[in-house]
Every structure is written in structure tokens, then in C-alpha cells.
């Protein structure tokens, strides 16, 4: 099994910033798709943003130019820099890993708040 383990969440004025990370004990996590969602209270789980094995990156509408996902294969972390937060970012933060199946963390909250 493979589990997924998020860290970084919080609380954060707007216009903050916080980096979530997400470790992956997998000896093959290099050939993983790496993904970030979120889900906010009464509202469907949605992509933010994903990163190949190959490095190539996709991101949501609603965060492109304020977020970056980013990958250290020999750390077996992915990264989500969060920069100029929304409080419409306010969600719990889920790490997805993919590779034949398709595996989640247990969520991190993020709050933006004043």
C-alpha cells in the first residue's frame, strides 16, 4: 500500500503564503503522477495541480501564477507552494498519488483568514 503523507497546512492572512509537502515512501515515487486537490466545506474534491513523472506541470484556473507544484525525486516529496492566498483557497489540501492505481493522503486543512 502506498500512503501518501501531507504536511504543511494552516492558518494565513490573505496574500500569505504556505508550502505543503507531500512524502511518498516509494522506491519508485520517480515514475509517479503527483497531484494536489482540495476540497472545501459543501463542495466537490477539485484539482489544483499535478506534475508528471517527466516533470511537466498543470494547474487549475483559479490558482495559475499564485501556485507551483514542484517534485524532489530524491526525497520522495512533492511540493505546493501557495503564494498570494484567497480565502476562497480555505480548503482541506489532499496529496493524490498515481501509478497503476491512484492513492491519498489524509488531507491537510489550509485557512485563510484575517
Known amino acids: 500500500q502506498v500512503h501518501p503523507a501531507e504536511s504543511g497546512g494552516g492558518l494565513v492572512q490573505p496574500g500569505g503564503s504556505l508550502r505543503l509537502s507531500c512524502t511518498v515512501s516509494e522506491s519508485i515515487f520517480s515514475l ?32 495559475k501564477g499564485r501556485f507551483t507544484i ?9 511540493y505546493l507552494q501557495m503564494n498570494s492566498l484567497k480565502p476562497e483557497d480555505t480548503a482541506v489540501y489532499y496529496c493524490n498519488a498515481e501509478w497503476v492505481g491512484s492513492y491519498w493522503g489524509q488531507g491537510t486543512q489550509v485557512t485563510v483568514s484575517s
Open 70 to 78: 514542484s517534485r524532489d525525486n530524491a526525497k520522495k516529496t512533492v
Open 32 to 63: 509517479y503522477v503527483m497531484g494536489w486537490y482540495r476540497q472545501a466545506p459543501g463542495k466537490q474534491r477539485e484539482l489544483v495541480a499535478t506534475i508528471t513523472s517527466a516533470g511537466s506541470t498543470n494547474y487549475a484556473d483559479s490558482v
